[in-house]
């Protein structure tokens, strides 16, 4: 199978920039999700995230990255003409929906552009948490501010994580990792061992923690062609499109294939895949490839019944997306009463740039994954 799609989300909860090629880091997709929204109280402070799930007219947003190796460009969403020579920035506008929302105001009609990486000295720094898990962030205050206000109709802040981590508390790669021989414990052991006494004796510095950026709980969200037409089957006013479930890498068989890719619901027993280049492109030197570990599934809301065109749920059988697939995804037995639709992964090795076409292959399988995201009564609500 191959890289069917990729997606960045610079700033969470808009619509997705689908991109042909894109950099690994451990955090994610280079520049996905380094932003975010917030609604404002009226002392304007921080009042709640603001996510497809809870403000489904957030669909309304486009956005497109600039300035990086040229333009890449949505099929609903252009840049703003500014030249591709200047620093990598977000360039976001606002879709009007047939039903307008909320009054017309100029900046429905203009777009904004923000840098992907801001000087965050003279920012306002605040704390924030998502799902137990807080950092210290970044306002960026004007004009960014009042743009995303005017268009929404109520008071919102963009953040950017700069600096910020937040603490990964589940779905951590270490507790997925194949179990290894009794020879390998062993030498894991004595080297863990060995690495503790050079951090004592200050020869070696502590192994960082796992950390996230914006994104949900994992770095990557990974999802197959096949169990999103599986999921198509079900919907009588036609196919569902793979934007309502927010993925990073889109997986499936590719264009004119004889490989006939992943059975429905097969990524639920993937363990491991290995990303790389296609013969093609490998030259003489076989490639070694990036290896992506499968931690956890990902349980889906009601935000995957949202219509993108309109910014309100869907209506007709398109607003049944998450009951048609109750009645047999439910199958984490850490979250129960939730439909699972895709896989979080950590990058357990490499990095390095992934294109389109690169070919995917099944490295390990194993039992599914059991939620583990501490001190949770539900599961959160995802973008």
């Not at 606002?94 to 992907?116: F, K």
Request: proline fraction near 9%.
């Amino acid at each position: 199978m191959i890289i069917e799609s990729l997606y960045v989300y610079p700033i969470k909860g808009l619509r997705g920039a689908p991109l042909a090629s894109a950099q690994l880091t451990p955090q994610g997709l280079r520049h996905d999700r380094r932003f975010m929204l917030w609604s404002l109280a009226p002392d304007g402070s921080l009042k709640a995230k603001i996510q497809v799930v809870s403000h489904p007219e957030v669909a309304l947003f486009a956005q497109v990255i600039v300035g990086e190796g040229g333009q890449s460009v949505g099929d609903d969403a252009r840049g703003d003409g500014k030249s591709a020579a200047e620093p990598p920035s977000v360039v976001v506008r606002y879709l009007t929906p047939e039903v307008p929302l909320v009054p017309h105001h100029p900046s429905h009609d203009a777009p904004l552009r923000a840098p992907l990486e801001p000087d965050t000295a003279a920012l306002e720094s605040v704390e924030m948490t998502m799902y137990g898990s807080g950092a210290t962030v970044y306002r960026m205050g004007e004009p960014y501010d009042e743009w995303f206000s005017s268009c929404l109709g109520y008071p919102a802040a963009l953040l950017y994580i700069g600096d910020g981590r937040r603490p990964q508390l589940g779905f951590r790669p270490a507790t997925r990792l194949p179990k290894q021989s009794p020879l390998r414990r062993l030498i894991s052991y004595v080297s863990g061992l060995i690495m503790y006494v050079l951090f004592l004796i200050g020869l070696a510095t502590r192994p960082e923690d796992d950390w996230i950026v914006f994104t949900d709980l994992a770095p990557f969200l990974v999802t197959s062609t096949a169990s999103l037409s599986d999921i198509s089957s079900r919907i009588p006013d036609g196919p569902v499109g793979m934007h309502r479930f927010r993925p990073n890498i889109v997986v499936g068989p590719g264009p004119g294939s004889n490989d006939d890719g992943p059975s429905p619901w097969a990524e639920d027993f993937w363990s491991q895949l290995t990303i790389s280049p296609p013969p093609s492109l490998r030259g003489d030197t076989a490639a070694a490839g990036s290896t992506l570990q499968m931690t956890g599934n990902c349980c889906r809301c009601v935000s995957v019944n949202v219509d993108y065109a309109t910014g309100r749920p869907s209506t007709g059988t398109r607003g049944d997306v998450l009951k048609k697939m109750m009645r047999d995804r439910r199958v984490d037995r850490g979250q129960k009463w939730s439909a699972v639709f895709g896989r979080y992964a950590s990058l357990l090795s490499s990095g390095g740039a992934i294109s389109l076409g690169d070919e995917v292959s099944v490295r390990t399988t194993s039992e599914r994954d059991v939620w583990d995201w501490p001190s949770w009564n539900s599961k959160p609500k995802e973008e």
